[in-house]
């Protein structure tokens, strides 16, 4: 079984930056893709970013691109979400999840949740 659990959320002033941790336990970590998504209330879950098992292949969205990065430590089992220039926009729950491949839109394994309040 694998379990993710996040941590490093809160509230923070626009223009600011938080890192969101996800450590991650069970099966080899390298083995998973990392994503990071986000749902604000009454809005659609969003995937943010993802990246490969071996860290070297990332993807964002067009809404955080150039102000997040993803990042991963195989050794520590653990992914990270690094924000900055944040907006109040990017106010929601962010969850880390887990899945089988890459390119894959099937996230197997997800994360209790952080939530990120951006005050203007």
């Known amino acids: 079984q694998v379990q993710l659990v996040e941590s490093g959320g809160g509230p923070v002033q626009a223009g600011g930056s938080l890192r969101l941790s996800c450590a991650v336990s069970?099966?080899?970590?390298?083995?998973?893709?990392m994503g990071w998504f986000r749902q604000a209330p009454g809005k659609e879950r969003e995937l943010v970013a993802r990246?490969?098992?071996?860290?070297?292949?990332?993807s964002y969205a067009d809404s955080v691109k150039g102000r997040f990065t993803i990042s991963r430590e195989n050794a520590k089992n653990t992914v990270y979400l690094q924000m900055s220039s944040l907006k109040p926009e990017d106010t929601a729950v962010y969850y880390c999840a887990a899945s089988q491949s890459f390119s894959s839109n099937m996230y197997n394994y997800w994360g209790q949740g952080t939530q990120v309040t951006v005050s203007s």
């Open positions: 990246i490969s098992g071996s860290g070297y292949t990332t």
């Open positions: 069970g099966r080899t970590f390298s083995a998973y893709a």
